[in-house]
T-cell receptor, first 114, second 114 residues
Framework: DGGITQSPKYLFRKEGQNVTLSCEQN?????MYWYRQDPGQGLRLIYY???????QKGDIAEGYSVSREKKESFPLTVTSAQKNPTAFYLC?????????????FGSGTQLSVL | SQQGEEDPQALSIQEGENATMNCSYK?????LQWYRQNSGRGLVHLIL?????REKHSGRLRVTLDTSKKSSSLLITASRAADTASYFC??????????????FGQGTRLTINP
């Protein structure tokens, strides 16, 4: 089945630790996005990538890093510099040649701090 | 930056009734999209309306857009228990040739009571 797979579903981070959230898509989409969602809130854009080996900061990039070495994959690392990492993280992708684009979302990763 | 603001924040109705949610935004847009999120899951795209359109239908969904008032509404007719979810509007304020960076509102939490 085509779609976006996020893993793990639940992740726990110890203080001072970096953790990496996985996002893989087999939809042949060009663009990929990472959003953060806090309880009862909307989504805020962390990073996005329109093409392999290129990515841009979103509205809340501090304390996060990404890579885009393959079209299918867009992992997000939550670094120790992110002091309040507890949130629900959502990965999305879109087909840029079909503007306007609608986003396809993964099922999310809940990150909590131990 | 949060551009879209949904109203009401929460809505509880009886099954079979119609549900109306509103979204207001601040800057000019290229298109506006509505998404649904079931608890603890990713978002699912529902409907997209372009800035030059005033109304759009999809099944039991009806979306209107008033660019002069910078507002949109989502109507769900003949609601069902399965419609219980949070609903988000997302606006695209990007230049047409630029990367699409959807800006999400905080959502309306809809509860359908049997």
């Amino acid at each position: 089945d085509g779609g976006i797979t996020q893993s793990p579903k639940y992740l726990f981070r110890k203080e001072g630790q970096n953790v990496t959230l996985s996002c893989e898509q087999n939809l042949n989409h060009d663009a990929m996005y990472w959003y953060r969602q806090d309880p009862g809130q909307g989504l805020r854009l962390i990073y996005y990538s329109q093409i392999v080996n290129d990515f841009q900061k979103g509205d809340i990039a501090e304390g996060y890093s990404v890579s885009r070495e393959k079209k299918e994959s867009f992992p997000l690392t939550v670094t120790s510099a992110q002091k309040n990492p507890t949130a629900f993280y959502l990965c999305a992708s879109s087909y840029r040649k079909a503007y306007p684009e609608k986003l396809f979302f993964g099922s999310g990763t809940q990150l909590s701090v131990l | 930056s949060q551009q879209g603001e949904e109203d009401p924040q929460a809505l509880s109705i009886q099954e079979g009734e119609n549900a109306t949610m509103n979204c207001s935004y601040k800057t000019s847009i290229n298109n506006l999209q509505w998404y649904r999120q079931n608890s603890g899951r990713g978002l699912v795209h529902l409907i997209l309306i372009r800035s030059n359109e005033r109304e759009k239908h999809s099944g039991r969904l009806r979306v209107t857009l008033d660019t002069s008032k910078k507002s949109s509404s989502l109507l769900i007719t003949a609601s069902r228990a399965a419609d219980t979810a949070s609903y988000f509007c997302a606006t695209d304020p990007s230049p047409l040739q630029g990367a699409q960076k959807l800006v999400f509102g905080q959502g309306t939490r809809l509860t359908i009571n049997p």
